[in-house]
């Protein structure tokens, strides 16, 4: 059953119907989730993560997928620029590890000298799919490294530590990251994250750039899973039982027409990759 939804919301022929995509932004099909506020964090914290000022943080849950919150629209344009800077920039160096490390030798070379789109698309950068931080996740064993190969770059620690701690869990510790690379026409299959060794953390995961179609149901893959669209700057914590339910990307969202790209200049080579892209970054515990 989540296949059929995975495939609905996939399909290229013709356009799905999005009406039972939950929206943060328009308010769409919101009787499906409790609302709860919590403080807002330090000015500090606010200003270096490149969080949103409010007076009070809202906090989504989704009645039928307890324990998968998402907190919509919470970073500043400056702040989801920053973090889809580092994931260009940094994210893929060593002693990270990417799916294109043959690159690494010249990694300069990522944004070579191309100021138009049709140019770009031969840029390396565009060969990016995944990047793993800290512990490394090995795909075929489905297995963590032994040893982290590095700590995890300190915004990664305090973004996930601070909203696990919206949610409640004040020791969160944040061990491995892994980034994805998105562009329209891409997926993710459905799959459960379950390779870690302690799963009673919550796994929090932020999301950059073009919005898309996020799937999530239950433990088994015969429940029928949730849909909602998660754009840029939104949140997703999965914790408690929605800790190990199976979810998935479908969709990547083609760019709107406010997104239409700006002057051709070597400056803003990350708005052309962004209005093209999504970014989705999720860290993890690996460890009790
Ligand atoms: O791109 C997303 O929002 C989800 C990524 C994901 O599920 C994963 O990396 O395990
Ligand atoms: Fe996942």
Known sequence: IFKQTFKYYKQKATQPSFDDVIDFKNARNLDSVIVKQVPSPSNDLIGELGLKYKENWEIYELKKVPGLFIIPNSFTDKGRRMWANKCVTEYFKKPHETNVDPFDDNPDKMWES?????????????????????????????????????????????????????????????????????????????????????????????????????????????????????????????????????????????????????????????????SHSRLNINIRQVHS
């Not at 297995?143 to 696990?164: D, G, N």
């Open 114 to 274: 191309s100021y138009s789109l049709s140019l770009l698309k031969c840029c390396p950068i565009w060969k990016l799919r995944w990047a793993t931080l800290g512990y490394h996740h090995n795909w075929n064993s489905k297995q963590y490294s032994e040893q982290p190969c590095s700590e995890l770059p300190s915004e990664l620690r305090k973004t996930s530590k601070l909203f696990a701690s919206m949610i409640g869990t004040d020791d969160f510790k944040a061990e491995a990251s892994i980034v994805n690379y998105y562009h329209v026409g891409n997926a993710l299959s459905p799959h459960d994250d379950t390779s870690e060794l302690y799963l009673e953390a919550p796994l929090v995961s932020l999301s950059f750039g073009l919005s898309a179609v996020f799937l999530i149901g239950g433990t088994s893959k015969d429940q029928k899973p949730e849909a909602l669209f998660i754009r840029s700057g939104d949140v997703i914590i999965m914790s408690g039982a929605s800790r190990l339910a199976y979810h998935a990307v479908p969709r990547i969202l083609k760019p709107t027409s406010d997104a239409q790209l700006k002057s051709s200049s070597v400056a803003d080579n990350l708005d052309l990759f962004m």
